[in-house]
């Protein structure tokens, strides 16, 4: 696990935390993101010359100044956007696949340009191919990572999850997801 590997975990873990909307004091929730890392992180901070405590309130001035919180350590809208771009974890081809691909089909308004960079960026993490400008299709399922998605950017009706049968003309394109 590289060290990045290991601050945007706990970054993660404080932004769970902070979703809580409970008021925290950096001591009360250092000690409690401190309880949630396991030893071997804690290990490899170690190992990369690093003190825990001091790593976690340096992550916890650091989520401040991002934005991730507020004064009162409690998730921001830029927080939840960052802890869903954390958790997405690229999807992978279904052993046996159904025949149906995921499609996903988003209009974000230029008003609202960074939603667009935004979602375009965490359906490329989740794997997907682009289609046309905004059609993006995979093999595999995703209904949870698309909720994530669409719940955290409030797209309102402008990001679209379909199911579409197969067909021989997108076969170039499951090419592409048995090479990986």
């Keep these: 696990m590289a060290y990045h ?43 990369a010359g690093k003190q825990s405590e001091a790593e976690i309130k340096r992550l916890l001035y650091y989520a401040k100044r991002k934005g991730y919180v507020d004064q009162d350590y409690r998730t921001t809208q830029t927080g939840k956007q960052k802890l869903a771009s954390l958790s997405l974890q690229p999807l992978s081809m279904p052993k046996s696949w159904n025949q149906k691909w995921s499609m996903i089909i988003f209009d974000v308004p230029e008003e609202n340009r960074k939603h667009r960079y935004h979602v375009r960026r965490l359906i490329k993490q989740l794997g997907f191919v682009q289609l046309q400008q905004s059609v993006w299709i995979h093999p595999a399922v995703c209904e949870k990572e698309f909720k994530l998605i669409s719940d955290i950017y409030s797209a309102g009706g402008s990001l679209l999850l379909l199911s579409v049968n197969h067909r021989d003309s997108l076969d170039e394109h499951l090419e592409h997801f048995k090479t990986k």
């Design 5 to 47: 590997d290991i601050t945007y975990k706990i970054l993660g873990n404080i932004l769970k935390l902070s979703l809580r909307g409970t008021v925290w004091t950096t001591k009360t929730l250092a000690k409690e993101v401190y309880n949630l890392i396991d030893a071997a992180t804690k290990r490899k901070l170690s190992e």
